[in-house]
């Protein structure tokens, strides 16, 4: 999980520098029997990249949770411009 996030913010650093918006979308897949596992991971990278933007700020779009309010420090990130589901 780590490595796609990883990746993904290395592309938003590049949109970024073009002076746009990018919108981070790792998703976590609704199906899986390790889907809250695999959400703990997945905050875990995004705050380790978000903490790292200096004063530029990303979207995400994330997969509902499986925990109500679990993205609420993603939400409240200094980093973290939006945070909207991802539909579907």
Known sequence: MKAVVDQQF???RQILAAGLM???EP???INSP????????L???IVEQADSLGDQQVM????LPETDGFYSDLIAHK???RV???SG
């Open 27 to 29: 998703e976590v897949d």
């Open 22 to 24: 990018p919108i981070i």
């Open 43 to 45: 905050k875990a990278a």
């Open 34 to 41: 390790d889907k809250a596992a695999a959400e703990e991971l």
């Open 60 to 63: 995400l779009k994330l997969t």
């Open 79 to 81: 980093n973290i411009l």
């Open 84 to 86: 909207v589901a991802l």
């Open 10 to 12: 290395e592309v938003g």
